[in-house]
Nanobody, 117 residues
Framework: QVQLVESGGGLVQPGGSLRLSCAASGSIFSISTMGWYRQAPGKQRDLVAQILSGGSTNYADSVKGRFTVSRDNAKNTVYLQMNSLKPEDTAVYYC???????????WGQGAQVTVSS
């Protein structure tokens, strides 16, 4: 039922910026927790940033101060603004929606972010 469509990935130089977007279908977006995860080849998928339905946010220590997660409930869209990008930020970034009861999660298709000169 819920579909998540990501956009905004690409190749950027170290120190550059990129903004990822994730648009959700369905009627539960505004009451759902949204998250951004990333996964490098051969590594675990880890939480990068999270925004709850009430607007509070959480960040991995590795991105704190550089990344900002936000949401626009009128557009059913969550964003990840990434500044001061480093090569170690290179990964596939996945949007995640956790339904309000916490029993199901939905994933976007993934967006490749490559930070390289």
């Amino acid at each position: 039922q819920v579909q998540l469509v990501e956009s905004g990935g690409g190749l950027v130089q170290p120190g550059g910026s990129l903004r990822l977007s994730c648009a959700a279908s369905g009627s539960i977006f505004s009451i759902s927790t949204m998250g951004w995860y990333r996964q490098a080849p051969g590594k675990q998928r880890d939480l990068v940033a999270q925004i709850l339905s009430g607007g509070s946010t959480n960040y991995a220590d590795s991105v704190k101060g550089r990344f900002t997660v936000s949401r626009d409930n009128a557009k059913n869209t969550v964003y990840l603004q990434m500044n001061s990008l480093k090569p170690e930020d290179t990964a596939v970034y996945y949007c995640n929606l956790r339904e309000p009861m916490g029993l199901f999660a939905y994933w976007g298709q993934g967006a490749q972010v490559t930070v390289s000169s």
